[in-house]
């Protein structure tokens, strides 16, 4: 079957760094999405890797290894506003996005 | 970027009755939507795909003809939850992308609440 696996919760200091990893067993390899949700809202788009190696976004950096199949997101530089579940999501051979149950941040100050 | 719609962004209805839900993509032609739900604290769960113009791909365990799904133009699709119970009070959430882009845009969401 499908499985990707992250941590159900992490907490963290303002101004600190954080990686939350996520692994992942599906049919096929087609990319992987980090997406940030607040509480009661949609998702919205973090980051996209589907060659190995870190791509930097600003305060937020993915990285991705294939052959491990495994992949983190690093936020640096916390805020407070960056307290929020992250999901972590991977296309299979079939364009289909299997998603992961979700970290929930929780910064603390 | 690409922009999502949803209306309505929260509706209370009563069980037995249907509810419509629209999900628009504003500035592009979506080729492909897909409906979610989520319960609280519990991840996305795909429900369906919906390609334009043809029928919709229903995820196992989801009743197709309780959450009817069209999706008859390149900018709308609706989702209509019939005889709706309790237990359907969820988060729903679209998405929408065309064929050669890998970013799927989501909609705000609608909060659904049977009583």
């Known amino acids: 079957g499908q499985n990707i696996d992250q941590p159900t919760e992490m907490t963290a200091t303002e101004g600190a760094i954080v990686q939350i990893n996520c692994t992942y067993q599906t049919s096929g390899f087609n990319g992987l999405f980090w997406y940030q949700q607040h509480a009661g809202e949609a998702p919205t788009f973090l980051s996209y890797n589907v060659l190995d190696g870190l791509e930097e976004k600003g305060r937020f950096s993915s990285f991705l290894s294939r052959s491990k199949g495994y992949s983190y997101l690093l936020l640096k530089e916390l805020q407070m506003k960056d307290s929020a579940s992250y999901l972590c999501?991977?296309?299979?051979?079939?364009?289909?996005?299997?998603w992961g149950a979700g970290t929930k941040l929780i910064i603390k100050p | 970027g690409a922009v999502v719609s949803q209306h309505p962004s929260w509706v209370i209805c009563k069980s037995g009755t249907s509810v419509k839900i629209e999900c628009r993509s504003l500035d592009f032609q979506a080729t492909t939507m897909f409906w979610y739900r989520q319960f609280p604290k519990q991840s996305l769960m795909l429900m369906a795909t919906?390609?334009?113009?043809?029928?919709?791909?229903?995820e196992q365990g989801v009743e197709k003809d309780k959450f009817l799904i069209n999706h008859a133009s390149l900018t709308l699709s609706t989702l209509t939850v019939t005889s709706a119970h309790p237990e359907d009070s969820s988060f729903y959430i679209c998405?929408?992308?065309?064929?050669?882009?890998?970013?799927?845009?989501f909609g705000p969401g609608t909060r659904l609440t049977v009583t």
């Open positions: 998405s929408a992308k065309w064929t050669t882009d890998y970013e799927q845009y």
């Open positions: 999501a991977v296309r299979d051979s079939n364009y289909q996005l299997i």
């Open positions: 919906s390609n334009e113009g043809s029928k919709a791909t229903y």
